[in-house]
């Protein structure tokens, strides 16, 4: 045991005294005769810290996800600290770039970052801006934001890879009532929580406080099942099958809200009209995009069957999430729903006298690999612990908590019978992923601002680090 907690505290050592080194290998100090030299340079390092992430919270038996977050949040602040400049744009998330479209509209310099950035860090970021590396930064920033945003894309095609409609058609009457009251009791009682702790709240952004309550990342519970071997029980069964619904159900949610943002006013007549168009998209996607498939698989005919699998599944995922964002939806849902649709039997016909060993899960995975963990870093960067620190954020992030675990838990009483409720009420808590695909969304919006994002992500650390050992401690009692 001794020797376990050295290696923990050696761990620890190598983190910190690494970050500062990535970050300072990000940093801009000589000409480059190619301008993609540093842009290879900034996301190189960004992926590197990921790396260090993901490797310390495997050692530590911690999702992948929380390590990526946590050395985010770490480079963050130390950086920002030591005064690292792609670092302290980085920090700014989508408010830099909105700042660089108001420039291009013809806004004064100074006046774009003052509207889009605010007042404390405006002179910080207008220095490195009119610095000498103050393009190059930006294109590192920019690079990094669109391969986190494909990321998120791929991330969520995977889930609906993982997803069945057969599946969803089959888990029954439980798994739909948990998930259901999974999504509306933490939505409530987030929509609760930020009116009772922020002063003088926009119903804008308690709408989407509750809209990224109501996330389930189930892969979290999924690891804790399979590792007690309890993935064929009963309990696991309406976990797993909640989960599914309560992602549809989710994102539904998130378009609905997303929607009401960008129209600027809650009208019954718009709300209804979202409704319509998630929907006619969802069944336009789910009964049309198999003739779409099997049209280009018909195209790609003359190509190798693995470079056919994986220029189909990009084409199709881009365009879905295309489609979706034209339609008024998130480009996630687009992505989910391309996963939902695609599967290897479409080109079980390819070549009959030999099958690919490869299926479609294991092509994207390296996109996946590659690109999620720039995006869980990425959102740990934005997390200002300046602001995080304050009274009135933590006393919200603790509102945020509470909500977040009573309304899964409460979820695992819409099961009936004998199953071990408590545990399925647990089993859906963990935000993980999902939560933070929400927060980045709200922020992207302009609804969710530093405190109130660095207060969501508390509630998705918090949430993902407690759900194994309590899921693991309710399955136990309950045998």
């Given at each position: ?184 009791f933490p939505f409530l009682l987030g929509l609760l929580a930020s009116v009772l702790l922020i002063e003088d709240v926009k119903f804008h952004t308690s709408l989407f406080l509750g809209a990224t309550l109501v996330a389930t990342s189930v892969g979290i519970s999924a690891m804790v099942l399979q590792e007690m071997k309890m993935q064929q029980s009963e309990t696991a069964r309406i976990i797993l099958g909640a989960a599914v619904f309560d ?107 030999r099958k690919c060993p490869i299926c479609i899960k294991d092509l994207i995975m390296p996109l996946e690999v590659i690109l999620v963990p720039i995006f869980f870093v990425l959102m740990g960067i934005q997390v200002k612990l300046e602001t995080l620190l304050q009274p009135d954020v933590m006393l919200l992030a603790a509102g945020l908590l509470v909500a977040a675990i009573v309304g899964k838990v409460v979820a695992g009483f819409g099961a ?64």
């Amino acid at each position: 045991m001794d020797s376990l907690h050295h290696h923990r505290r050696l761990l620890v050592l190598l983190v910190l005294l690494l970050l500062p080194g990535a970050a300072a290998a990000i940093q801009f100090h000589v000409s480059h005769s190619d301008p993609i030299a540093p842009v290879i340079l900034g996301v190189t390092g960004i992926l590197f810290v990921a790396l260090v992430g993901r490797f310390s919270a495997r050692k530590l038996g911690l999702p992948s996800v929380l390590g990526e977050l946590l050395v985010g949040i770490a480079l963050g602040n130390l950086a920002y600290y030591f005064s690292f400049d792609l670092i302290t744009v980085l920090r700014e998330g989508p408010a830099i770039f909105e700042a660089m479209a108001n420039l291009l509209k013809g806004e004064e310099l100074e006046l774009a970052c003052l509207n889009a950035v605010g007042v404390e860090g405006t002179w910080h970021i207008l220095d490195i801006l009119r610095g000498p590396h103050g393009n190059e930064i930006m294109q590192v920033a920019h690079t990094v934001d669109v391969f986190s945003r494909y990321g998120v894309i791929f991330l969520l095609f995977l889930v609906g890879l993982d997803t069945s409609i057969d599946e969803m058609r089959r888990v029954g009457p439980d798994s739909g009532r948990v998930a259901i009251v999974g999504v509306l009791f933490p939505f409530l009682l987030g929509l609760l929580a930020s009116v009772l702790l922020i002063e003088d709240v926009k119903f804008h952004t308690s709408l989407f406080l509750g809209a990224t309550l109501v996330a389930t990342s189930v892969g979290i519970s999924a690891m804790v099942l399979q590792e007690m071997k309890m993935q064929q029980s009963e309990t696991a069964r309406i976990i797993l099958g909640a989960a599914v619904f309560d992602d549809v159900l989710g994102l539904l949610m998130l378009a609905i809200v997303s929607g009401i943002v960008v129209t600027g006013s809650v009208n019954l007549f718009n709300i209804l009209m979202i409704v319509v168009m998630a929907t006619l998209f969802l069944l336009a996607a789910i009964y049309l995009g198999p003739f779409f498939i099997r049209f280009i698989v018909r195209l790609f005919r003359r190509l190798d069957l693995i470079e056919a699998k994986m220029f189909v599944s990009y084409l199709f995922v881009m365009v879905l999430a295309w489609l979706a964002n034209l339609s008024g939806l998130a480009t996630i849902i687009g992505a989910f729903t391309a996963g939902l649709i695609l599967h290897d039997a479409y080109f079980d016909s390819w070549n009959n006298d030999r099958k690919c060993p490869i299926c479609i899960k294991d092509l994207i995975m390296p996109l996946e690999v590659i690109l999620v963990p720039i995006f869980f870093v990425l959102m740990g960067i934005q997390v200002k612990l300046e602001t995080l620190l304050q009274p009135d954020v933590m006393l919200l992030a603790a509102g945020l908590l509470v909500a977040a675990i009573v309304g899964k838990v409460v979820a695992g009483f819409g099961a009936f019978g004998g199953s071990n409720r408590w545990a399925i009420g647990v089993g859906m808590m963990p935000r993980g992923e999902v939560g933070l695909i929400f927060a980045a969304i709200g922020k992207s919006l302009g609804v969710l601002d530093d405190a109130l994002f660095s207060a969501v992500v508390l509630m998705v650390v918090v949430t993902t680090l407690l759900s194994p050992p309590l899921l693991k401690y309710c399955l136990r009692r309950c045998d």
